[in-house]
């Protein structure tokens, strides 16, 4: 459908945007608090909220403090909180074994979580980086990143984290076979309500540098994730990873890095109509953070404004460290 415009001053453009009341009447797309999911990470202790350094106003908390986290975003309305957990050093293998250990951080999380916020929807991530000693997605064998056996390994994480409490599971890793793998082990299993959020288009980014300071992963990577993670300067490609990942199981899917991948997220919803989700990285939410303390930018202004343009590409929903702040704006 094409629109029609009446020559001027029939048509002068500038009477929809009079005042605030004739502005909202027109506005196209809103941002809710429903649109929100809140990464948090995860660190062992008590009674701990330790700041991440290259990420201002984001904390590392402890379990009990997790729980806390969570009764307030319930009551902020938002819908769910995603889970990455800084693993103790010690804990780091080859083997990576401590990743599908019932009992490790992220999954005593999530039970502390729905103990006390059984309404929030609890999200994982799934790739081995935060239990690998070579700080990689997947097992590393004669330097290679090997996909059959990681995914193998990655459908442990999952069932671990399901039988934990984990409503949507998301695989951050790149693998390939992997979604097929997990949604046949969680229907298994007996989760047949646990959702799959696929990071289906994840590209090969140097937006994730804060969030690798903010898990301890950024010491043990060796390389970089090229060989599975995408390369920029491909559209097409994500087109198919992410019909791939449909056709394999996927409930929902995720474009990442956010605000730079913006044609990639308008593409994949106008193509598959799917439940679509970006995820606003760490590096987007440090840059913005940085420049608001300088005085640079309006932060609070910027923050709404990205998180609108992801709607406006298309998107149902945002990964954001913002998500409280956001929600107690959108509340007052
Ligand atoms: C790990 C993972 C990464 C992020 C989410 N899961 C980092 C990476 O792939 O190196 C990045 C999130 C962010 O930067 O905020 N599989």
Redesign the pocket.
């Known amino acids: 459908m094409k629109p029609t415009v009446a020559p001027f001053p029939a048509a002068r453009l500038r009477r929809t945007r009079v005042s605030p009341a004739i502005r909202g009447l027109v506005r196209e797309n809103t941002l809710t608090t429903d649109d929100l999911i809140w990464?948090v990470f995860v660190r062992d202790g008590e009674g701990i909220e330790e700041p991440v350094i290259s990420m201002p106003g984001v904390v590392r908390r402890s379990v009990d403090k997790i729980a806390e986290a969570a009764v307030e975003a319930q009551a902020l309305g938002i819908p769910a909180i995603c889970l990455?957990p800084y693993t103790d050093p010690a804990l780091k293998t080859e083997d990576c074994a401590e990743a599908w250990n019932p009992d490790n951080l992220c999954n005593r999380a999530i039970r502390a979580i729905k103990s006390v916020a059984p309404h929030i929807a609890v999200m994982t991530?799934v790739?081995l980086?935060p239990y690998n000693i070579n700080g990689h997605?997947g097992f590393v064998v004669d330097g290679e990143i090997v996909n059959d056996e990681t995914v193998e390994a990655l459908v442990k994480m999952t069932v671990a984290q399901a039988d934990a409490g984990a409503d949507i599971i998301g695989p951050?890793?790149m693998m390939d076979g992997r979604i097929g793998a997990m949604r046949s082990a969680l229907e298994q299993a007996g989760h047949k309500n646990v959702s799959i959020l696929s990071y289906s288009a994840?590209y090969a980014s140097g937006?994730?540098g804060?969030?690798?300071d903010a898990v301890g992963?950024s010491g043990a990577l060796k390389g970089d994730?090229k060989t599975y993670?995408m390369d920029p300067g491909n559209s097409d490609e994500a087109l198919r990873l992410i019909e791939r990942d449909l056709q394999e199981g996927a409930d929902m899917v995720m474009v990442k890095p956010g605000i730079a991948y913006l044609d990639i997220c308008h593409r994949v919803k106008t193509t598959f109509g799917t439940p679509t989700f970006a995820?606003q990285?760490?590096?987007e939410y440090a840059m913005i953070q940085a420049a608001a303390q300088n005085g640079w930018i309006n932060g609070e202004q910027v923050m709404l404004e990205t998180l609108l343009a992801f709607k406006r590409a298309g998107c149902d929903g945002v990964l954001t460290y913002f998500a409280p702040e956001v929600a107690r704006i959108l509340n007052a």
Do not use: L
Request: aromatic share 24%; proline share 10%.
């Open positions: 990464p990455f991530d790739a980086d997605d951050s890793d994840k937006y994730y804060p969030f690798r992963a994730k993670q995820y990285v760490s590096g």
